[in-house]
């Protein structure tokens, strides 16, 4: 698994340990807003779309006005506002489909050009909850590289690099992108082990691996795990080497703690996490 196609998978891995904090939530989190009823707000002029409840969701009608407007302003705090509001209503899975419809991705997409850094976080924003479309996935993809660039040049923490963090989270979630990241794995060792509490996790996060945790999140934190082992390495030997810094979700992994939560799941009451347990007990 070597050249560009091994790389891609490096730099998958790396992108799901950046994230795995954030998806970790996303699941534990507890109902997503999509579960709760929520009513449909009357129609409004369009600036008036952007004050509201955070649980307001937009009909079609509302959300093409909300992006004609974000594409014919350019007063940088309207198009902050629009982008919130459109990021929110993006989180439901019928508007992710809707958003896309009306040729809104590419609007929303244009924005992480902006000057104003706010304004390409909340671009950013929106296209994360977009990308958990697959289908929105083929049409986000073309910004894969502004936004590499974006995170990798910009200051080291900030709001802009987080949130592209997030979204080249989503993005390689499958390897249908990966491998458009395989020209930066230094940088996002550079991030990933470099950056501060928000791009690091703290030792909680093995409580995950415990027995009494829902299977959902067990069987993806054991898939995290098995993911970032074969994505090291490349015909036995790893791909890199770094020097896992003490915090690091790496060094959590790769910690003997880590490796006996593991072992201990052998024995869980599902078969599925066994088997997964199974396969991944040779590596640690």
């Given at each position: 698994?070597?050249?560009?196609?091994?790389?891609?998978?490096?730099?998958?891995?790396?992108?799901?340990?950046?994230?795995?904090?954030?998806?970790?939530?996303?699941?534990?989190?507890?109902?997503?807003?999509?579960?709760?009823?929520?009513g449909i707000r009357p129609s409004k002029p369009a600036e008036d779309l952007t004050v509201g409840s955070y649980d307001d969701v937009l009909n079609a009608e509302q959300l093409q006005k909300l992006l004609y407007l974000l594409e014919s302003t350019e007063d940088p705090v309207i198009i902050e506002r629009a982008?919130?509001?459109?990021?929110n209503n993006a989180a439901f899975s019928v508007n992710q489909a809707i958003i896309r419809e009306l040729g809104g991705i590419?609007?929303?997409?244009?924005?992480?050009?902006?000057?104003?850094?706010?304004?390409?976080?909340?671009?950013?924003?929106?296209?994360?909850?977009?990308?958990?479309?697959?289908?929105?996935?083929?049409?986000?993809?073309?910004?894969?590289?502004?936004?590499?660039?974006?995170?990798?040049?910009?200051?080291?923490?900030?709001?802009v690099q987080l949130a592209g963090l997030r979204l080249l989270t989503n993005m390689t979630v499958t390897n249908d992108h990966q491998h458009m990241l395989h020209s930066y794995i230094t940088d996002l060792f550079q991030v990933l082990l470099t950056g501060n509490g928000n791009t690091k996790v703290d030792s909680s996060f093995l409580s995950l691996?415990?027995?009494?945790?829902?299977?959902?999140?067990?069987?993806?934190?054991l898939t995290l795990f098995q993911n970032i082992n074969n994505c090291l390495k490349i015909e036995g030997h790893l791909a890199v080497q770094p020097t896992f810094t003490e915090g690091s979700l790496f060094f959590l992994l790769h910690g003997e703690e880590c490796a006996q939560k593991?072992?201990?799941?052998?024995?869980?009451?599902?078969?599925?996490?066994?088997?997964?347990v199974v396969t991944i007990i040779p590596k640690v």
């Amino acid at each position: 698994m070597g050249g560009p196609r091994g790389a891609g998978w490096v730099a998958a891995g790396l992108l799901l340990g950046a994230g795995a904090c954030y998806c970790i939530y996303r699941l534990t989190g507890g109902r997503r807003r999509g579960d709760r009823e929520l009513g449909i707000r009357p129609s409004k002029p369009a600036e008036d779309l952007t004050v509201g409840s955070y649980d307001d969701v937009l009909n079609a009608e509302q959300l093409q006005k909300l992006l004609y407007l974000l594409e014919s302003t350019e007063d940088p705090v309207i198009i902050e506002r629009a982008l919130i509001t459109l990021g929110n209503n993006a989180a439901f899975s019928v508007n992710q489909a809707i958003i896309r419809e009306l040729g809104g991705i590419p609007i929303v997409g244009n924005k992480i050009n902006h000057s104003n850094q706010s304004v390409k976080e909340k671009a950013l924003n929106a296209l994360n909850n977009l990308s958990v479309n697959v289908e929105n996935q083929i049409k986000i993809k073309i910004y894969i590289n502004q936004v590499c660039e974006d995170v990798f040049s910009g200051p080291l923490n900030s709001a802009v690099q987080l949130a592209g963090l997030r979204l080249l989270t989503n993005m390689t979630v499958t390897n249908d992108h990966q491998h458009m990241l395989h020209s930066y794995i230094t940088d996002l060792f550079q991030v990933l082990l470099t950056g501060n509490g928000n791009t690091k996790v703290d030792s909680s996060f093995l409580s995950l691996y415990d027995s009494h945790v829902a299977k959902e999140i067990l069987l993806r934190v054991l898939t995290l795990f098995q993911n970032i082992n074969n994505c090291l390495k490349i015909e036995g030997h790893l791909a890199v080497q770094p020097t896992f810094t003490e915090g690091s979700l790496f060094f959590l992994l790769h910690g003997e703690e880590c490796a006996q939560k593991i072992r201990a799941l052998v024995d869980h009451h599902d078969a599925e996490v066994k088997e997964k347990v199974v396969t991944i007990i040779p590596k640690v």
